[in-house]
C-alpha cells in the first residue's frame, strides 16, 4: 500500500522538521528584505521567468491591490479556488513553487509576526513581482536603511 493514500492522522507532525522549515522560510524573508533595502526593486529579477509570472498574474488578478494582501481573502475557498489553478501552471517551471513562503501583508512593513503569512512560493513571486514592477516597494529602501553609527569617540 502506498504510504501517502494512507490517513493522515497516523502520522505525528514532526516538530523538529518543522522548525527546520520555519527557519529556512525566515530565512529567505530575511534575505528577500534585506535585497528590498538594497537595490532598486524595480530592478530586482526573481526568477528566469518574471515576466511570464507577472503576465499571467495581472491576467488573472487584475484588480488585486498587492499593497496590503488581506490572508482571509487569499485562503478562503473562493480565493483558493481561484489561485489554485493560478499556482499549477507554474508547477513544471518553476523550482520550488509550492514551497511554503512568508509573504508582508501589507507592502509598507518589515516582516513580522502580525504582518506575515504563508503561501506558496509562486504566490509570493507573483504578489512581489507586482509590487516591484508597480511601485510598491519602492519606498522600502528609504523607510528601512540601516541608520549610520554614531562616532564612538567624542572630541574633547
Known amino acids: 500500500m502506498d504510504v501517502l493514500s494512507r490517513p493522515a492522522d497516523e502520522f505525528e507532525n514532526d516538530q523538529t522538521l518543522e522548525a527546520m522549515w520555519a527557519m529556512k522560510a525566515f530565512e529567505h524573508a530575511e534575505i528577500y528584505f534585506n535585497i528590498l533595502c538594497s537595490v532598486d526593486p524595480r530592478l530586482l529579477k526573481l526568477t528566469p521567468v518574471d515576466d511570464t509570472i507577472y503576465k499571467i498574474f495581472r491576467e488573472e488578478f487584475p484588480t488585486l491591490d498587492v499593497r496590503i494582501i488581506n ?19 507554474f508547477k513544471k517551471v518553476v ?34 513581482l507586482a509590487r516591484n514592477r508597480e511601485g510598491i516597494n519602492d519606498d522600502i529602501r528609504w523607510k528601512f536603511r540601516p541608520k549610520p553609527e554614531e562616532s564612538k569617540t567624542k572630541d574633547a
Open 95 to 128: 523550482e520550488d513553487y509550492s514551497y511554503g513562503t512568508l509573504l508582508r501583508a501589507d507592502a509598507s512593513k518589515d516582516y513580522t509576526q502580525e504582518n506575515s503569512m504563508l503561501v506558496t512560493r509562486i504566490q509570493f513571486y507573483a504578489i512581489e
Open 71 to 89: 490572508e482571509d481573502e487569499l485562503k478562503c475557498t473562493k480565493g483558493k479556488a481561484k489561485w489554485r489553478p493560478f499556482c499549477e501552471r
